[in-house]
Structures are given as structure tokens and as C-alpha cells.
């Protein structure tokens, strides 16, 4: 089983969607956890971080963490085309200089 | 523009070079990373330096791979003798010294080996 499971997708949604984006984990000593935006052939670009397990906002996008479930998620409200883009789970553990990526999940926003 | 800032883009060079990447990492981050990222998957560590010292690294790096970071500003990665299989994105990353990852990535150096 590999350590960061992440279904990669395509995902196809309509303009003003809801996005919801997972993955899952094996390793319980993970506790902080990021999410990438990455456009093609660019540099992933950090979203959010959080390291407690509950809800973080930001704008349009929300980081829900549930350790006991070893569950991530990542929704997008009212999703734009400039949305479109490779999403990536990152995840490391404490004392641990690096990140552990999922594949990434491809969402397309239509107008 | 105070990103992370990769050099070259693009490279194309033929089996069995050497080539050479550069990353300069945003200037107040203490660590910097190197990642590997192949079609359809996420970026793989390769190595991780805290200032001018290199602490981590992947058993990816084979004896091929080599990476410095002199005077603990900006960092080179070097690959040996390339073959087809290094073929992939090449990302470097800085972050600031605190307890936890919060990495931010260049725009990648994108190797062909022909």
C-alpha cells in the first residue's frame, strides 16, 4: 500500500460546482498536511497547510483533516476555469524534512 | 521577483552527458529541497539541505546524482552519465526553518534525455 493514496482523476465539473478533492493515508505519524495546486508545466503551488485535524478556510477553499479516518479533503465552492489544474495531498510527519505526495487529482472547470 | 527561481527550464541533452541544474531559493529560507516528478505522479524527494549542509537523502539519488549548496545560498544538482529514466521534471523547493514543511517550489527544470 503506498503511503498517500490519491485518485488521479480526470475530474470534470461545471462552472460554480462544488469540488470535493481526497486522499487517504496509511502512516498515523503524518501530521501535517498541504495542499498543491499545480498548472501544467509550472511548479506546484502551495494552497493550504494545516496540522490538526478539523476544518480550515480560505476563501473559496476549505482543508478538512480527520486522523482517526487518516482522510483528507479539499473543497473548492463556486469553482472557476482558472481552477482547472493538477491538485496534489502532501503530507510529512513531525521531524521530517519531506513532503509525501499523492499523484495528484486533474480537475477541469467548464464554463 | 522573490520566488524560487530554476535554471535552466528546458534541457535537452543527449545519453551519457552531464548536466547541471541551479536553484535559488527564496532568500530568507534556511531549507531547500530537491524533487523529482515524472508524467502522472506527484513530485518524489530526491534531498533536502539545511543551510550548506545536506541531511537527507532518497535512495532515488543513485551515485549518478550529486547536489551542493555552497555557502548555503543557491544549490546545484548534477546527474552523471544520463540515462533515458532521468527523464522528468526536476523541482526545487525553500522553506522557512520551522517545525513543519511548508514548502514553496520553483517552476522546475524539465530534463530530455535523447
Known amino acids: 500500500q503506498k503511503e498517500v493514496e490519491q485518485d488521479p482523476g480526470p475530474l470534470s465539473v461545471p462552472e460554480g460546482a462544488i469540488v470535493s478533492l481526497n486522499c487517504t493515508y496509511s502512516n498515523s505519524a503524518f501530521q501535517y498536511f498541504m495542499w498543491y495546486r499545480q498548472y501544467s508545466r509550472k511548479g506546484p503551488e502551495l494552497l493550504m497547510y494545516t496540522y490538526s485535524s478539523g476544518n480550515k478556510e480560505d476563501g473559496r477553499f476549505t482543508a478538512q483533516v480527520d486522523k482517526s479516518s487518516k482522510y483528507i479533503s479539499l473543497f473548492i465552492r463556486d469553482s472557476q476555469p482558472s481552477d482547472s489544474a493538477t491538485y496534489l495531498c502532501a503530507i510529512s510527519g513531525a521531524g521530517s524534512y519531506q513532503l509525501t505526495f499523492g499523484k495528484g487529482t486533474k480537475l477541469s472547470v467548464i464554463p | 521577483d522573490t520566488g524560487v527561481s530554476q535554471n535552466p527550464r528546458h534541457k535537452i541533452t543527449k545519453r551519457g552527458q552531464n548536466v547541471t541544474f541551479r536553484c535559488d531559493p527564496i532568500?530568507?529560507?534556511?531549507?531547500l529541497y530537491w524533487y523529482r516528478q515524472t508524467l502522472g505522479q506527484g513530485p518524489e524527494f530526491l534531498t533536502y539541505f539545511q543551510n550548506e549542509a545536506q541531511l537527507e537523502k532518497s535512495r532515488l539519488l543513485s551515485d549518478r546524482f550529486s547536489a551542493e549548496r555552497p555557502k548555503g545560498s543557491f544549490s546545484t544538482l548534477e546527474i552523471q552519465r544520463t540515462e533515458q529514466g532521468d527523464s522528468a521534471m526536476y523541482l526545487c523547493a525553500s522553506s522557512p526553518d520551522r517545525g513543519f514543511t511548508e514548502a514553496f517550489f520553483g517552476q522546475g527544470t524539465r530534463l530530455t534525455v535523447v
Open positions: 532568500s530568507e529560507h534556511n531549507r
